[in-house]
């Protein structure tokens, strides 16, 4: 192998790592102030989106299963404090569902975490906003 190839490999090589290890909340999307993660979640997978909003936060939090007719139970908070409680049902082609609030902002960094259970499984995650 010459010295230019290994270089050009090795360079490829550093950049995939340092994006590989970046935490999933620093890839945000669209929106620089939009903060989101997402992962895994009973066959399908969900994504919790904050932002702060004209003294707000805006967050948003779904799931998709692919499946129609499953009944969650949705939990969010900040800072531990609970913004939102309650059942919310997949539906339509993609098998979903999204809750959208508003809820007042905290003084300092705000935690929201987002929790969804139906039997024994749980999604959901944290964001810092």
Known sequence: MNIRRTAVLAGTAAA???FAV???????SGNDDVIQ????????????KAKHDDGRL???????????????HVRISDNGNRVFAGN????GRSGSFSVEIRPGNRAGTDTIKAR???GGITCGGNVQV
Do not use: M, Y
């Open 37 to 48: 993660r997402g992962g895994p979640c009973a066959g399908g997978d969900w994504k919790l």
């Open 58 to 72: 805006e967050v948003e939090f779904e799931i998709d299963t692919n499946q129609n007719g499953q009944v969650w």
């Open 116 to 118: 969804a259970t139906r």
């Open 22 to 28: 970046l935490p999933p909340a620093a890839l945000a």
């Open 88 to 91: 919310r049902t997949t539906h």
């Open 16 to 18: 995939l790592t340092s």
